[in-house]
């Protein structure tokens, strides 16, 4: 294989040999080098295939804009797919695949598709695969396989990934001649400045081409701007930072790839790291693309953009051609025809479409290197399959619309092309700036901008080096002078004057025959558009390019149109007969790269994905070998099991022992408002549907919530600790969405009242004391109040000093048992609970769980907010009337009386029991009153809450039916999901001590 | 029993496996953590144009509340500023009786104060890169030009909220967090600083 390699020159580290894999085969590159310059050193002309023809593909750019060359980076679960090989950058034992073309890029079984090109027109899936509608699903396994670049590990990422939060003054995106110019001229004035660039170094265009500033060569320059920023303590330097996303408030969203480029990072090194960038002001200066030309088989391997040669030869020593011709419609080209020259390649002929050619600057260039030029020419086609052999040349009038005959060939196996620039305008148009059309440059460039950024270079249709070194400053001063900095006297840079002909637009070269029956003149090589597509789009009526581009898929690979996009619509206003200005372009959205999932990801993964909140008891109980239940961000215990039980029989001892003797449960979950302020009843008797006002001190109640839609929100116990203080219990999840909903009127709507909420979920924990023997389990540790029922009866609370602790003590029951609820400061909880625990032993005291705890409550007829309601359940269908406060108003009151709540026939809190006495059925099982009516058969409710009960010795359940309340003592058929039927009997939901006589006791 | 023997914070369980990560065990590592569980937390609401509160809680705590957003004042007790009618005052031990007497110093005036010492607990953050390993999670300007000595903000780290409040002269940082979210933070932390090296006392 021959080697492409200069013998000097570049950047590369010719003393660092890095052997890589491509495709099985181990070539060899340099440190420096890109996977892109390596396979051309290593002379390798095909690296993939075509999306739907199969066609051979070479390397096409060097940047961002590569649509061939389209990788799988990595081994085993740290593989990368679709990774650019022009930005990926060599390192020691890489190994790529190409994501196309099976067997392999040089024998691709699916080629045959090309040969019938015709039929595989725009649309051809969706016109072909319609119909019959029954097949698509045999259609889709064959068109699934064959799409889609690469393959996504099986396993979960090795890798470690990290987000970081910046603020600055001065964003510089692009660290090209006029950003490295924005950066320092902010950077003189003390501005914070942050200076992104997706490249391993800065410079830009520096690194490619040949000249000098301020009479020196350029690199020096370079060397010394760069030095410079480094070392400005103000400044940070990012480079391999790509900024992909640019969103309101001036956020920019940047991927640094920090170690990419070592392949495996060692140890705990962040393999890329998301930078959210808030900038007060950001300088664009991304750059602009080089655009092809669209002439007959112009994706052949061997075709190339003319500046990709250049960074080629220039920037990594490879020369990939021994002959070549350029085919260009403006002037910058031809230095990249003359470095080409230089580094020792021939050059054929620089072939021209102008009918007057190019500047005096570039043509004596040109000249003084021996290379012929050939102006008013075309290329029309190039002749070779896995490589250029010869292009087609002929003269031309200029008139796109005449096809021409009389070619001559010239040998090459390089075809330079140029057809222009494109201004990378994408941060500028996802920041909601506008583009508009430059007339002379033939190139859309930012116009208006809606946020605090300006683009300036290339990337702003500035060409020459000078423009791009003193707009780029005068941004610099400017953005800076708009952060409050004081700004010195401008710079002045000195470069070298070119003098330029203006660009002849060439959006599609004339051929042989008309554009529609021609060879392939590809647009966007990644999906295989061509011109004929975009025409026969316009010929069945897609006017918009937003259409267009969906209907023939144009701009829709991994490089996002960065290479096709232009022409394409270039075609699209011929076709249209309309100025390119008025067809547009499509829309710009992040991101302007790909990026990982695991940049997005970033820490947020395993334990740390979300916060796991623990109770102050909760070493305790994963001492005991509770399993856990997940409730909102809680853990809670679910059950103790004891000497191998499972479930069933640890549940069933834990009821028993709360309703025989003693039982304890952690309750600190349940979320806790203090209430003060002189308001706070005036607010409560708004939020509450009781009578809040009528409560005594020291009394508690239990009390629930509606939203203004007269449905349950939440629920919980209140207690009036003062004359205008009380404290308030939620559910365990809804303790957050309780206080904002409290603040959120508080704020809002009623702002004078004068009423202070806090948060003590997290001061407080909750532990109940449950069972006929609580009282005297408190009374044995120790109580400094009298817990007998005349001085501390059921619903009230009390300050008390519980074996020498100090706690608030509630006499409240979720079980319908004697309890107790112990509030402790949390710290304190542990020592506590131990201190219980340990006395409790005489009374055999058993901790009990969430599933117990369901139980209990479930034979009292009591209802989970968010198990036996679901946010369509009013107070009525609960038959929680005596709630309903008829002396006053209060939140959702007016809604009751909605013709709709109140039907009769609505869904009713009901309990049921199985009519064999055994079946437990499952929570969400339908109801139906006739089950052997046809499908779909009628349903008239379901099941909510359902659990062995071990003190009634069956079966319970509670649900909704429809008229519940009214069906008491019918029967109706839970229609299990296993096909079969169990008779339940509708019952009243309070299965257990219906008098409530033993947590009065 | 003694108080402090009874008193258990809740990261005691984090610190049992807790140790240096991400450089070796004997480099300092750029970025130190200590836990203090055992502070006392006052929540404070009142209006600051009420000078009987604004005067109760001077003559109690022997300072003025900060009536600067984001700022706090420090002598005895740090007070934070929370929101225009509210504060979290810290006293660095744990005192019996004290927050009775400050609350019965409250009583003649609309103020109120709620005790929720045992709700928060202070992760106290010093080294060259603990700015670094709060930028990590945190989304506001912590860079000394807009967040200076005698300066706090309640905003979110990663997942929780927090309080984070800049004490000192040279990279030190309390961060007090509400109990139930101190673990997943801490863990965070270990996660988030291992890059530049992190170790728990």
New interface residues.
């Given amino acids: 294989m021959t080697s492409r390699r200069l013998e000097s020159g570049g950047f590369v580290d010719r003393g660092k040999v890095f052997e890589f894999k491509f495709d099985g085969r181990t070539l060899k590159g340099f440190a420096g080098d890109t996977l892109a310059s390596a396979l051309l050193a290593n002379d390798v002309a095909v690296v993939s295939r075509s999306f739907k023809y199969h066609r051979p593909r070479g390397i096409v750019s060097a940047g961002a804009d590569e649509p061939n060359a389209i990788m799988q980076i990595g081994k085993d679960d740290a593989t990368l797919p679709n990774l650019r090989a022009t930005q990926t950058e060599l390192y020691n034992n890489m190994v790529a695949r190409s994501t196309k073309g099976w067997p392999s890029v040089n024998f691709d079984v699916s080629a045959i598709n090309a040969l019938f090109g015709r039929v595989f027109s725009a649309g051809f899936y969706y016109k072909t695969f319609m119909r019959p509608k029954r097949l698509w699903r045999c259609y889709e396994r064959f068109i699934r396989s064959s799409a889609g670049w690469g393959s996504a590990p099986a396993g979960n990422d090795p890798d470690e990934y990290a987000h970081r939060n910046a603020h600055c003054d001065v964003l510089v995106v692009g660290a090209g001649p006029s950003g490295l110019a924005a950066a320092v001229a902010a950077s003189r004035t003390g501005a914070r400045v942050i200076l992104v660039d997706e490249q391993n170094e800065f410079g830009g265009s520096l690194l490619s081409e040949d000249t000098t500033i301020d009479s020196v060569p350029a690199m020096q320059w370079l060397e010394k701007t760069v030095a410079e920023l480094s070392n400005c303590e103000t400044v940070q330097c990012l480079t391999r930072t790509t900024a992909f996303g640019y969103y309101d408030d001036n956020f920019v969203a940047a991927v640094e790839r920090c170690a990419d480029h070592l392949g495996k990072p060692p140890g705990q090194t962040v393999r890329e790291r998301l930078w959210r960038i808030c900038a007060r002001e950001v300088v664009l200066a991304q750059g602009a693309f080089e655009r092809p030309l669209a002439f007959c088989n112009n994706d052949r391997p061997g075709v190339m953009m003319a500046s990709a040669v250049q960074t080629y030869v220039n920037r990594y020593a490879v020369l990939p051609g021994e002959r070549a011709v350029l085919f260009t419609n403006n002037d910058s080209a031809y230095f990249a025809a003359v470095a080409f020259k230089k580094a020792g390649g021939l050059l054929a002929a620089i072939i021209d479409s102008r009918q007057s050619g190019a500047g005096v600057t570039a043509v004596t260039n040109a000249v003084d290197h021996g290379i012929p030029i050939m102006n008013g020419h075309l290329v029309t086609d190039v002749v070779g399959k896995k490589r250029v052999r010869k292009a087609q040349v002929a003269q031309w009038s200029g008139d796109t619309s005449q096809t021409i005959k009389n070619t001559v060939s010239i040998e090459c196996d390089l075809l330079m092309m140029s057809g222009g620039w494109s201004p990378a305008v994408h941060l500028h148009s996802q920041a909601g700036g506008k583009n508009i059309w430059d007339e002379t440059h033939h190139c859309f460039v930012p116009g208006e901008t809606l946020q605090q950024n300006r683009s300036v270079g290339a990337g702003a249709g500035q060409w020459s080096l000078m423009e791009c070194l003193q707009r780029g400053g005068d941004a610099g001063r400017t953005t800076a002078e708009a952060c409050g900095f004081v700004v010195q006297a401008g710079q002045t840079y000195e470069t070298p004057q070119d003098q330029e002909n203006p660009i002849e637009p060439l959006w599609r070269v004339p051929a042989s025959r008309s554009p529609d029956r021609c060879a392939k003149q590809f647009l966007d090589f990644q999906n295989d558009t061509s011109v004929a597509d975009v025409r026969l789009a316009v010929r069945e009526g897609y006017r918009s390019i937003e259409h267009v581009k969906r209907y023939t898929a144009l701009g829709f690979g991994t490089d996002q149109g960065k290479l096709g996009n232009i022409n394409g619509m270039g075609v699209l206003a011929e076709a249209l007969e309309v100025p390119i200005a008025q067809v547009g372009t499509t829309t710009f959205r992040p991101a302007y790269t790909p990026v990982t999932f695991g940049a997005g990801a970033g820490e947020d993964i395993g334990e740390i994905y979300d916060p796991v909140r623990k109770t102050a008891m909760h070493e305790w109980h994963e001492m005991q070998g509770a399993p856990m239940e997940v409730v909102g961000q809680w853990l809670r215990p679910w059950y103790f099991p004891q000497y191998g039980e499972d479930i069933h029989a640890a549940v069933a001892r834990e009821c028993m022992a709360a309703r025989n003797s003693l039982a304890i449960m952690d309750a600190s979950t349940l979320g806790k408002i203090d209430v003060q302020g002189r308001d706070s009843v005036a607010l409560l008797e708004r939020i509450y549907t009781h009578d809040v006002g009528r409560m005594a001190v020291g009394r508690c109640a239990y009390g629930i919530m509606l939203g203004e839609d007269g449905l349950l929100m939440d629920d919980g116990v209140m207690a009036r600790l003062g004359e205008q203080r009380f404290y308030l219990t939620t559910t365990t999840g809804g303790a957050a969405a309780v206080l904002t909903w409290l603040e959120r009127w508080l704020q809002t709507e009623w702002p004078e009242l004068d009423v202070h909420l806090t948060s003590t979920t997290d001061h407080w924990s909750t532990i109940a004391v449950v069972g006929p023997k609580s009282r005297e389990l408190l009374q044995k540790v120790g109580c400094n109040v009298s817990l007998q029922r005349e001085n501390f009866p059921f619903m009230t609370v009390k300050d008390a000093e519980l074996g020498g602790f100090p706690v608030q003590l509630f006499r409240v029951s979720f079980s319908g048992e004697l309890a107790f609820e112990v509030n402790i400061g949390s710290n304190y909880a542990m020592a506590m609970w131990e201190l219980l625990i340990d006395a409790g032993q005489e009374f055999q005291i058993t901790p009990y769980g969430t599933e117990t705890l369901h139980v209990l409550r479930a034979e009292k007829g009591f209802v989970i907010v968010g198990q036996d309601t679901d946010g369509s359940v009013s107070p009525v269908d609960l038959k929680m009337n005596w709630l309903l406060s008829k002396n006053k108003d209060y939140l959702g009151k007016r809604s009751l009386q909605r013709a709709d709540l109140v039907r009769t026939d609505r869904k009713q809190f009901v309990g049921f029991v199985p009519v064999d006495g055994k079946t437990v059925v499952a929570e969400g099982t339908q109801l139906v009153n006739d089950p052997l009516l046809p499908v779909p058969t009628p349903m008239c409710g379901h099941i909510t809450s359902s659990y062995a009960s071990a003190c009634l010795g069956h079966p319970i359940a509670l649900g909704l039916l429809q008229s519940g309340h009214a069906r008491i003592g019918e029967q109706v058929v839970a229609a299990q999901s296993d096909g079969t039927y169990v008779d339940m009997q509708v019952v009243s939901p309070v299965f257990y001590d219906p008098k409530s006589e033993r947590q009065n006791v | 029993?003694s108080d402090s023997?009874?008193?258990?914070?809740?990261l005691e369980?984090f610190s049992e496996d807790s140790a240096t990560?991400?450089s070796s065990a004997s480099a300092e590592p750029a970025i130190r953590v200590t836990f203090d569980?055992?502070r006392e937390f006052y929540?404070l609401?009142g209006d600051p144009a009420d000078a009987a509160f604004t005067d109760a809680v001077k003559s109690f705590t022997g300072q003025s509340i900060p009536d600067k957003a984001n700022t706090l004042s420090y002598r005895e007790c740090t007070t934070c500023w929370l929101g225009p009618?509210e504060w979290l005052v810290v006293y660095p031990s744990f005192e019996a009786g004290r927050f009775e007497k400050f609350s019965t110093e409250l009583d003649s005036t609309?103020a109120?104060a709620?005790?929720?010492?045992?709700?928060?607990i202070v992760l106290c953050l010093s080294g060259d890169s603990a700015l670094d390993l709060l930028?990590?999670?945190?989304?506001?300007?912590l860079?000394l030009?807009?967040f200076n000595v005698g300066d706090c903000v309640q905003t979110g780290i990663?997942?929780?909220a927090a309080i984070i409040a800049n004490i000192a002269e040279g990279d030190h940082y309390e961060v007090i967090v509400?109990?139930?979210?101190a673990?997943?933070?801490a863990?965070?932390m270990r996660?988030?600083g291992?890059?530049f090296g992190i170790g728990f006392d």
Wanted: aromatic share 8%.
């Fill in positions: 029993m023997l009874k008193r258990h914070h809740c369980p990560i991400g569980g055992h929540n609401r009618d609309d109120t709620v005790d929720v010492s045992h709700g928060y930028a990590k999670g945190c989304t506001l300007d860079h030009s807009s990663a997942r929780t509400r109990r139930t979210f673990e997943y933070l863990i965070w996660h988030a291992a890059e």
